[in-house]
């Protein structure tokens, strides 16, 4: 298994490479009225708009300000882009199947499988999914604000009618 691994608040964290977008810099990010409280902001990309989740804050940690250190890595979920602000990115790594443990947990009544690596006998790292950040709500709201974005003012404008 290729993944990509990064780090949050000096804990290393993976994500599978075929859950992986792009890799950016930390570019400005622009806040957006009424948000949802998870939503940093939004960034433009090469034309699109992509809605942006601090990973360190939606795990519970304070961030007050990013440095030229920290990424953005861009995945899909379901029909949005969408980024994911870490501390930096590590390096892509080839897991052995062997070093992988798997696991089940629950999250708001949903099922998840929660790896871990374990390296030179003693590293552990977790192979997160990008979905067990957001609930269904949320993934829902992303997709509907990146939509909106899209269309540009007309469509503003219907749903605020809505």
Known sequence: MHVLTFEITDQTYAVDIWETHDVIAMIAIKPVLAAPGFLEGVINLRGVVIPIIDLAKR???????????????ISKLESALVGFVVDRVVEILDLPSDSIRTSKIKVDGQEFSCDMA????????QIV???????RRELVQLSHLQSTLLAGPEASSESARI
Do not use: A, H, K, Q
């Not at 999914?129 to 609930?135: D, G, M, V």
């Open 59 to 73: 795990m519970g940690y304070s961030r007050s300000y990013y440095t030229y250190g920290n990424r953005i890595i």
């Open 129 to 135: 999914r990008w979905e067990f950040f957001l609930n």
């Open 118 to 125: 374990v390296l030179d006998g003693r590293e552990i790292i």
